[in-house]
């Protein structure tokens, strides 16, 4: 797939399930029959996460609104200067998640969400993020990595199924290209299983997934990793300061 294949503009429904090795084991075999490796079956995916200086952003997607918007810096690899990775601003409306992104040089992004800097290239994208920038002065708050494997439907490609094991997440070092190492953020064995669709499911998978009793969750990386490891510190950080 070239980059002038690649999908930029995203607006789907996204449902997230956490599973237990049990749980994925029975699953796996049973969606056997129904789906096919995505174009990018396998892949580590490094996601930078940018937010305020008072984390402004995951304190309000954690309080579930009607609106919510996040942005990040992602790559589905460790990335050199030169190598592709995507901006990603990634809004979520009445349950419907609308994502568009733009696909840079590494070093060019990162100079640009740091206000060094610029693409080339002007476009409604980049529009959308300089007010996004000019807003929020976000900052690169946290470092999340997963191993992927991607499927999709075989009667609709547009139906897409991704697992994500041994999700890692730091705080130090928060570049794509420092590596993809970081502290677990799920128990053994766990797998976050995210079902990403335009439309309705289809009648087979909502009936396997019933008689599973699979259900989903509102499960998110960086919100957690707030609420677990991050918040209290801030808390500490504020309280000191004032």
Not at 40 to 47: G, L, W
Not at 57 to 68: A, E, Q, T
Not at 139 to 167: G, S, V
Request: aromatic content about 12%; glycine content about 4%.
């Amino acid at each position: 797939m070239t980059m002038e294949e690649t999908k930029l503009t995203f607006e789907r429904f996204e449902k997230k399930y956490l599973l237990s090795a049990e749980d994925y084991a029975c699953l796996r075999q049973r969606l056997d029959p129904y789906i096919e490796p995505d174009v990018y079956p396998r892949s580590v995916v490094c996601s930078l996460y940018y937010d305020s200086e008072d984390y402004r952003l995951i304190r309000h997607s954690i309080d579930k609104p009607v609106y919510k918007e996040k942005l990040r810096l992602r790559s589905y690899k460790v990335p050199e200067d030169t190598d592709t990775v995507f901006v990603e601003l990634k809004k979520k409306f009445k349950g419907i998640v609308y994502k568009r992104r733009l696909a840079l040089p590494e070093a060019t992004a990162t100079a640009w969400l740091a206000g060094e800097g610029r693409p080339e290239k002007e476009s409604q994208m980049t529009r959308e993020l300089d007010y996004f920038l000019d807003s929020y002065r976000p900052i690169p708050k946290l470092y999340l990595a997963c191993d992927r494997t991607a499927w999709r439907a075989k009667e609709d490609p547009e139906l897409r199924i991704t697992f994500d094991r041994n999700i890692r997440w730091r705080q130090t070092e928060l570049d794509l290209r420092a590596g993809d190492q970081g502290e677990p953020l799920l128990e053994d064995g766990q797998v976050l299983m995210e079902i990403k669709i335009p439309g309705a499911a289809p009648l087979w998978l909502a009936r396997m997934l019933s008689e599973l009793k699979l259900y989903p969750t509102s499960f998110s990386k960086y919100g957690s990793c707030y609420k677990r490891f991050i918040l209290d510190e801030y808390i500490k950080g504020v309280v000191l300061h004032v």
